[in-house]
């Protein structure tokens, strides 16, 4: 129980991204009330963040080539792109023809059309 007699809340993380898992960690760390599980025990809440696309063996896109492919997929200009994720507009392009050739595509329509076919992202 923390001070202030409010619950404890005993958090689990189940997150693929090891990287991921220790950011969360050390940001929930310090949260009052909140304290991570231990190995073993039970938790009362389970944070659970798994990459829901199922990427076909032979395509290994990098998270930051899927979330570009996502906003292609919307029709985004690399404008728009760069401002959603917050990069420059050179990166972005860099991201795209890193898709052109990983998805072999021969434009931005070709390489959502074939990211499509091939399981990597739904429309």
């Not at 129980?1 to 950011?23: H, V, Y």
């Not at 963040?49 to 292609?72: F, H, Y």
């Not at 795209?96 to 434009?107: C, Q, R, Y």
């Amino acid at each position: 129980m923390s001070d202030d007699k409010t619950p404890e809340i005993i958090l689990s993380l189940e997150i693929d991204d090891p990287a991921l898992a220790g950011r969360l960690a050390t940001l929930l760390g310090s949260v009052a009330g909140l304290r991570l599980a231990a190995p073993g025990e039970q938790a009362t809440v389970t944070v659970v963040a798994r990459d829901p696309r199922s990427m076909p063996e032979d395509i290994a896109l990098t998270q930051r080539e899927l979330d570009v492919l996502a906003l292609m997929a919307e029709g985004a200009s690399n404008k728009m792109i760069a401002r959603q994720l917050n990069i420059s507009v050179h990166t972005v392009k860099f991201h795209v023809g890193s898709l052109l050739d990983k998805l072999d595509a021969t434009g931005r329509t070709d390489a959502v059309a074939h990211a499509a076919r091939r399981g990597v992202i739904e429309l």
